[in-house]
């Protein structure tokens, strides 16, 4: 079992920048690859970010290409998702996923494993 702590949320104003961090514990010798979701009020979760087990490969949805990147440091089993630019829009409660399948997938269901989420809340 992985369990997945997000840090790094919080208030922000229109223009500013986040640094979100997902750590890994369990049995982390196994490949994972890793995704952020977000979910605003009222609305289904939605994909934002992925990333292969390697981090060779990224995927970003539409309305985060050029202000989000995700990366991984798996010395120390983490992602990190840097968010400039951020919009109130981007306001929403920020979720890290893992699954074992090494590929990135933009795709919640292939996700095994949730952490407990993150605020974001971005002021205009």
């Known amino acids: 079992q992985v369990q997945l702590v997000e840090s790094g949320g919080g208030l922000v104003q229109a223009g500013g920048s986040l640094r979100l961090s997902c750590a890994a514990s369990g049995p982390t010798g196994s490949r994972y690859a890793m995704g952020w979701f977000r979910q605003a009020p009222g609305k289904e979760r939605e994909f934002v970010a992925a990333i292969s087990w390697n981090g060779d490969t990224t995927y970003y949805a539409d309305f985060v290409k050029g202000r989000f990147t995700m990366s991984r440091d798996n010395a120390k089993n983490t992602v990190y998702l840097q968010m400039n630019s951020l919009k109130p829009e981007d306001t929403a409660v920020y979720y890290c996923?893992?699954?074992?399948?090494?590929?990135?997938?933009?795709?919640?269901?292939?996700?095994?494993?949730w952490g407990q989420g993150t605020q974001v809340t971005v002021s205009s």
């Open positions: 996923a893992a699954h074992t399948r090494v590929m990135a997938s933009s795709v919640l269901s292939t996700y095994d494993y």
